[in-house]
């Protein structure tokens, strides 16, 4: 494995706003046809090394390479030029707006000549509605159909789906699982394997870790802005990583203190903390 | 059935709605002659002038953002016009480039502030409103020592821009129904339309899907103040003179014109075509009152209850667009 070079890879990275250490040499890496998931609870600093991955944010010092070679993003859209796409908790799409619509947003497919150069409305919903197909959903059929009457689970499909036919090489995926039903976050999870066996390397970020199990290959931790744990799949069981979230409390001992507390205040559960 | 759907689906359809409402309203209650009503130009010449600012303003409010500054640039750009070419007596083109190049600046300005702060738009054009209004009235006090000043433009400028067509008729119509062409044209056929639907839905995914949301925005606010500009621009060459005051009922009749029209006020939806019929459903309204025998002084009665149900209408077929799940099996 190690002789592969990884598609996407930071090495030592931090990012600081002001005297605020956000993250703190972080080293990552994710190989193409692999599912790295990003486990760590809220402001763990996951928000912010997404941001860096997708160029919103440079790096204050560390590198960032690509195929082995060192890249700085000049912003988003250069990072999506060299094949970053990002799909947030929502899709990242927009709920008043046409499938082909949404899905070509800032590239969008265009006949005529000149200034009478027209949006190609039918190419651009053809082509929405068979990529998402080509996914498995296939009750979306009509392309001028509004990306708000999709369910959260096909609205992930459509951005995931969108990143792929644009070439994505990297994709990372922002709590994609985190305000969606079972059902409908294992139709997500079929697709981020789906978008495996295709080849693209995904940075799978949740804080759900029976999800993450489910699809990863490969496991970081972050706490604090920091990696706490860098570890293959098999390598740890459920209970290990849950308590590695925790900062280092283990659930162990959070339920023994549980158990301790129920035991002198007449089998009531402590107050809970605001 | 399916072409009644897909016609109540569209942003457009309770502005049409309403508009037809209106007329039958009139006809049925105010023993409207529809067909004097249609020749008259009172409402096509107020439509027009609305128009022509509801325009861009609507699509700055597709876009998530509003401009409100238009109220102090219709004398601003009617004053300009009138000191540099009327007081000053320079070239009429020299005045009509001014009106225009202080729309350009402020919009600049307005967009500028926008996009820099997080103040939100509301705010910004309320201060550039108001310290407009200063700009306008002290100038021209200190330029030319009173708050009117008389123009007499040349013939050709009076034909393009002042005249009136059959002796009643304004003919900046014509440059409404032409903007209204182009900016459905841009907006609806265009890949710039889809950006501007794309960050009044959601700005942050837009910029992240490489669209120079900054540079739209400020393109926007310029756009409409240069369109207020040119608005009073036209008054000044039409009227021969202009004044330091009106312009301000601009600013809530273009929003009821917007709103009827279909456009969400938090952005994301809406369509030219919806605006356009949005402010001929307004200026029907407040001037086709004088045609009926109701008393006139219940027209914005009507202005307050038609825009109350376009917005219900409004909610209502949207949510049918939304849950809308497509033609089944096409194919």
Not at chain 2, 69 to 95: E, K, Q, R
């Amino acid at each position: 494995m190690s002789e592969k070079v990884p598609v996407l890879e930071l090495q030592r990275v931090d990012k600081s706003f002001g005297p605020i250490d956000v993250l703190h040499e972080v080293s990552l890496k994710v190989n193409a046809g692999e599912v790295l998931c990003l486990l760590g609870d809220n402001g763990a600093g996951k928000s912010t090394l997404i941001k860096t991955l997708a160029g919103v944010h440079k790096p204050t010092r560390g590198k960032i390479l690509m195929d082995g070679q060192e890249v700085t993003f000049d912003g988003p859209r250069d990072a999506a030029g060299r094949g970053i796409a990002t799909v947030h908790q929502f899709g990242g799409t927009f709920p008043l707006m046409s499938i082909g619509r949404s899905f070509f947003v800032g590239v969008e497919p265009s006949k005529g000549w000149g200034p009478f150069k027209v949006f190609d409305r039918k190419t651009a919903n053809d082509t929405a509605v068979k990529a998402v197909q080509d996914f498995g959903i296939t009750r979306i059929e009509d392309g001028e159909r509004l990306v708000g009457s999709l369910s959260g689970g096909e609205r992930q499909s459509l951005a995931i789906a969108r990143a792929v036919h644009f070439g994505a090489r990297v994709l990372i995926l922002d709590e994609p699982t985190a305000a969606l039903g079972v059902k409908q976050a294992s139709h997500v999870l079929r697709i981020v394997n789906e978008t495996k066996r295709r080849g693209l390397a995904v940075i799978f970020i949740t804080h759900q870790v029976m999800h993450a199990m489910a699809v990863g290959d490969h496991f970081a931790v972050l706490i604090r802005g920091a990696i706490a744990a860098d570890f293959r799949k098999g390598e740890k069981t459920r209970e290990e990583i849950t308590d590695l979230m925790a900062g280092g409390e283990t659930m162990k001992d959070l339920e023994a203190n549980i158990e301790g507390y129920m035991e002198t205040h007449e089998g009531h559960p402590p107050p809970a903390k605001a | 059935m399916d072409l009644i759907g897909t016609f109540l689906r569209r942003p457009a359809a309770a502005s049409i709605l309403s508009l037809i409402g209106v007329l039958a309203f009139y006809a049925i209650f105010g023993g409207v002659d529809l067909g004097r009503f249609a020749a008259a130009a009172s409402w096509v010449n107020l439509a027009a002038n609305l128009g022509i600012v509801a325009l861009p303003v609507g699509l700055l409010m597709i876009a998530g953002e509003i401009d409100i500054s238009i109220g102090a640039m219709i004398p601003a750009g009617s004053m300009t016009t009138a000191i540099l070419s009327g007081y000053f007596g320079l070239p009429i083109l020299v005045g009509m480039l001014g009106a225009l190049a202080v729309g350009v600046l402020v919009g600049l300005v307005n967009g500028l502030l926008t996009v820099r702060t997080t103040v939100p738009s509301l705010i910004v054009t309320l201060g550039t409103l108001v310290a407009m209004q200063g700009i306008v009235l002290s100038s021209s006090v200190l330029l030319t020592g009173g708050v009117s000043v008389s123009l007499a433009a040349p013939d050709w400028a009076k034909f393009a821009f002042g005249h009136l067509i059959a002796g009643s008729h304004q003919v900046i119509i014509v440059w409404w129904v032409l903007l209204t062409m182009i900016f459905a044209f841009v907006v609806h056929k265009t890949r710039y339309g889809n950006w501007i639907f794309a960050m009044g839905g959601d700005k942050d995914s837009a910029r992240n899907a490489g669209i120079p949301t900054k540079r739209l925005t400020i393109g926007l606010f310029i756009l409409s103040a240069v369109c207020a500009s040119f608005v009073g621009m036209c008054q000044a060459i039409l009227f021969n003179s202009a004044q330091v005051s009106g312009g301000m009922g601009f600013i809530f009749n273009a929003i009821v014109s917007i709103v009827v029209g279909g456009v969400l006020l938090t952005g994301g939806f809406g369509s030219i075509l919806g605006i356009f019929f949005g402010t001929v459903t307004f200026a029907v309204v407040s001037q086709g009152i004088y045609f009926t025998n109701i008393d006139r002084n219940w027209s914005n009665l009507i202005i307050g209850a038609v825009l109350l149900l376009a917005v219900l209408m409004n909610n209502t077929f949207r949510k049918l667009a939304v849950n809308y799940t497509g033609a089944k099996n096409r194919n």
